[in-house]
């Protein structure tokens, strides 16, 4: 008896099916939010409240002057640029350009979709400019009391939970700006290719023998 294409685990030589398992009926666009969403998390708390000693101290910040304070922020700015740079450019986007298709064009939710070192560059200019306004959306929000503070770091331009959530929003309007921008573009483009006029061939009428 043959099995039912729904019921199949792994090769079924009778029938020649193979059952995908749980993640692969996952739509690409969903699995890539995940990954932003927990790329950004997972730097912040590695990076910034646990796991590794990058050399921040928060037990002083209170007492600490104006310029001491600017330059704690910048220090966080940098780090989380340069942490969020290596691991969307090296694995995120890897992960992306594997799960783009034909029919899941999900390079569409990637902002910088180009390979080389260069990639990386342009990574961390963005990544340093995204983590500054988190950095401070971060810090306004701790202090409106609109963050659930797991860590007690909110005002301190940190919380992963919340990072992440809010790093798929700014993250999601720079991708859309370049998506509306490349789409401008080629629209433009494709109106100048067709207005240009279609050449005409002459050909020599053939003579009879």
């Known amino acids: 008896m043959k099995k039912k294409k729904t019921e199949i685990d792994e090769f079924d030589p009778e029938t020649g099916y193979i059952k995908k398992d749980f993640l692969s009926k996952i739509p690409a666009w969903v699995a890539v939010i995940f990954l932003k969403y927990w ?23 209170d007492t600490m002057t104006v310029a001491q304070v600017a330059s704690q922020s910048m220090k966080i700015v940098i780090i989380l640029a340069l942490g969020m740079s290596l691991l969307f450019n090296y694995a995120i986007k890897q992960v992306v350009f594997m799960l783009h298709s ?3 064009n999900v390079k569409i939710l990637y902002l910088i979709n180009m390979r080389g070192f260069l990639a990386f560059v342009l990574h961390f200019v963005y990544m340093l400019a995204v ?5 401070f959306l971060i810090t306004w929000l701790g202090y409106k009391g609109m963050i659930v503070n797991f860590f007690g770091n909110t005002n301190y331009g940190i919380e992963p939970f919340s990072y992440g959530f809010w790093f798929l929003i700014v993250d999601g309007i720079f991708v859309l700006l370049k998506d509306i921008i490349v789409l401008i573009v080629y629209r433009i483009q494709y109106n100048i290719q067709m207005k240009k ?8 009428p053939v003579k009879e023998a």
């Open 39 to 61: 790329a950004a998390a997972a730097v912040v708390f590695f990076l910034t409240i646990g796991g590794l000693d990058v050399g921040l101290d928060y037990s002083t910040m």
């Open 102 to 104: 034909r029919t899941s």
């Open 197 to 204: 006029p279609i050449p005409v061939i002459n050909q020599e």
């Open 131 to 135: 983590s500054l306004i988190m950095y």
